[in-house]
């Protein structure tokens, strides 16, 4: 009896894993979920941890690209929204996971750009994979206790020209006034990052 | 009763149209020059784009009696222009067997612009697609729950709409024939598992 419960349940993993054709991109990091420290170096090579970095109110972790032509078109918005939230305690944090996007590239592109937050370089995508991010740009809003509050995109236009749902801007707002975060996932088309395992 | 002057201005009227009719008539027909020849081929092998909303593409996911494979793409996204030669060369190796279409990302002003210039220069001639909503979540997910929006993206769906294999970035030549072949019953598994 113990016999056949052991074969059944090895049926039933190997199951999960010859069936599902996502399996790889399965590593989502659920909302309510919290986040542990860590900490990365930046584009200078001086390391961060994330607690150091996260702002009294919370934090953003942004995955961004120097290549990708969506995260261009968002520099300027992402820098505004990080300067408006600055102030209200929430500081973002910007990860660069893409293997193919070479130190000095990231660091140039970095300088050109401006951005007003640290960019720090996610060698091997190690915190791509643990947050699940496949995407830039592709945000994570964490509260001041590291709990994933919002995950995804950061408006409804990556144009720019036509916003009419800002979802990172709107859940900053319900969590600084103490309301419920009404949406707490939104997927936008961007660039693939492109992990190690892909190069 | 016309005068003299008159008369003038009829006859070289008469016979300016009749040389006219004369050259026209001379040149022959249905044989176009070289040059004509190669922009009517052109016209011909130009893709034609469509613009989808999202209501559109929930239409477009439904399989007609054939496995379906759909690619996302953007003319600005790198790998999506660097895999396309090989969708092409996968879309001719199963051609009638198979519904291939093509999904841009792009904005919409290059719907006669660069992606059909894109798919001309790559020879494609799948159906292909432009989409354009104010409501990409909503889009993203009702071709997969576990898709979040990252181009390229290639989706394979069997006859009744199961996600057989999805992969963003882009595509692996064998893995995705193993599927395809898999699907269509082509190969034997065992040969599949040697990918």
Partial sequence: MRRKSIILLTVLVLSAFVFNPNVGNAGDFAIGTTLEDFSMPDTAGKTHSFNDLKGKNGSVIVFLSAQCPVVKGYNARINQIAADYESKGIKFIGINSNSTESLEWVKSDAAEVGYKFPLLIDKGNVLADKLGATVTPEAYYFDAKNVLKYHGAIDNDRSGKGITDNYLRTAFDAALNGKAIQKTRANAFGCSIKRLSEK | MLNVVGKTILGGWLFATVFAIGIVAQKPIGTPNEGEVRKTAEASFRPQVKQIDAVTLGKLLQPHGKPLLINFWATWCDPCR???????KLNKEYSGKIDFI?????ELAEIDKDVPKFLFAMKADMPAYLLKTTEENDAISSVSKDWKGGLPFTILYNEKRDSVYTRQGKVKL??????????????????EVKH
């Avoid at chain 2, 660097?82 to 092409?88: A, N, Q």
């Fill in chain 2, 82 to 88: 660097e895999e396309f030669p090989d969708l092409v």
């Fill in chain 2, 102 to 106: 093509t999904i841009s990302l792009d």
């Fill in chain 2, 174 to 191: 064998d893995e995705l024939r193993g599927k395809l072949n898999l699907l269509l019953g082509t190969v034997p598994a065992i040969q």
